[in-house]
């Protein structure tokens, strides 16, 4: 869950990978909180699933890995 700043979130959680809530909206977190809270334990399992799959691309072994490809080519 993020709030929809300027930023980059939405491209991150492309609605597929966790919810976006109104930037500075106490009112729409509340909502998305319930509404992530509402769906069926299936919903949830696929959407942490695919969050977690996706930010391996950005931990420091990945990074050392591009740097590496950089300095070496």
């Known amino acids: 869950m993020s709030s929809d700043c ?3 979130p939405k491209e991150i959680l492309n609605n597929e990978r966790g919810i976006l809530f109104k930037n500075n ?3 729409d977190l509340i909502k998305s909180i ?22 391996k691309k950005f931990t420091l ?4 890995k ?6 070496n080519s």
């Open 34 to 55: 319930d509404y992530f809270k509402k769906l069926d334990e299936n919903k949830k399992k696929i959407i942490k699933f695919k969050a977690k799959i996706f930010i």
């Open 66 to 71: 591009k740097l590496l490809s950089i300095l």
């Open 25 to 27: 909206s106490e009112l």
């Open 61 to 64: 072994l990945q990074h050392h």
């Open 6 to 8: 300027p930023s980059g």
